[in-house]
């Protein structure tokens, strides 16, 4: 029989995997930043908010505030490096102001989370008390983030198209958040289980209004220009043939 610690290994590196997915689903959109050389209306709220959510969990998951926490590390510490990857690629191509928001923003998150560590760290001295402290923060910032997409959900039904709430990142938030919730339940983890439980609800929300709309979504429709009879250049070459997207 697999024991509980194994099978939380197994989950916990599945997990790792679904995250890291999830982690580089804004690659197409950055890449695009940089082909075109500017952020256009491009925010870097998420991504900031994402850096942050990181930073909080790995915290959580050091030996000093939750002990046998190796794979919350792993995937955030990941994810760290991906976001700041992200925010470097904005402020390169980003207007001066922006620029200067951005870095501000960073700033703030540093020297809150270098207080948030001292407090910690210095005021609380057993286990116990520091997972409890860092765990509600990591409830609050993870909880936010799955709150974000309510806006999108709002605009499919009020747009009547899932056009802006892509299938894939419904599908594989359920996913990750089912993963990070098994994980938590295998040897109960409750600031774990909050908020990727809740993650669970709101991606089988998504998925429920992506089935309800997906059929009155607007499909982009294809313009062909055929050749006429009348001009023989065309009616002898079909290579001519103009078509426009």
């Not at 690659?27 to 940089?34: E, H, K, Q, S, Y």
């Not at 690629?89 to 980003?94: E, G, R």
């Not at 951005?102 to 703030?108: D, R």
């Not at 909050?194 to 313009?223: D, E, M």
Request: charge should be positive.
């Amino acid at each position: 029989m697999v024991s509980a610690d194994v099978a939380r290994s197994v989950v916990g590196i599945v997990g790792n995997v679904i995250s890291f997915g999830l982690f580089l689903s804004p690659v197409p959109t950055f890449w695009g930043i940089i082909k075109k050389k500017d952020v256009e209306e491009f925010s870097p709220v998420p991504y900031l908010a994402t850096i942050f959510n990181c930073m909080l969990w790995v915290f959580y998951g050091l030996p000093l505030v939750h002990p046998n926490s190796t794979l919350v590390i792993t995937i955030n510490g990941i994810g760290l490096a991906i976001e700041a990857a992200y925010l470097v690629t904005f402020l390169l191509y980003a207007p001066n102001r922006k620029r200067l928001w951005v870095l501000a923003v960073l700033a703030a998150e540093a020297v809150l989370m270098a207080a948030l560590v001292t407090g910690v760290l210095l005021g609380a001295h057993t286990h116990d008390r520091r997972s409890m402290i860092v765990g509600i923060l990591c409830v609050i910032a993870n909880t936010c983030m799955y709150l974000a997409p309510l806006s999108v959900m709002g605009k499919v039904i009020k747009t009547k198209s899932v056009e802006y709430m892509p299938f894939y990142l419904s599908f594989v938030g359920l996913l990750n958040g089912g993963c990070w919730t098994a994980y938590a339940l295998i040897k109960f983890d409750l600031y774990i289980t909050i908020p990727n439980g809740l993650g669970v609800l709101f991606s089988i929300a998504q998925l429920i209004l992506y089935g309800c709309y997906y059929k009155s979504t607007p499909k982009k429709a294809k313009n062909v220009e055929l050749p006429t009879i009348a001009d023989k250049t065309l009616s002898t070459n079909p290579s001519t043939c103009v078509v426009t997207r």
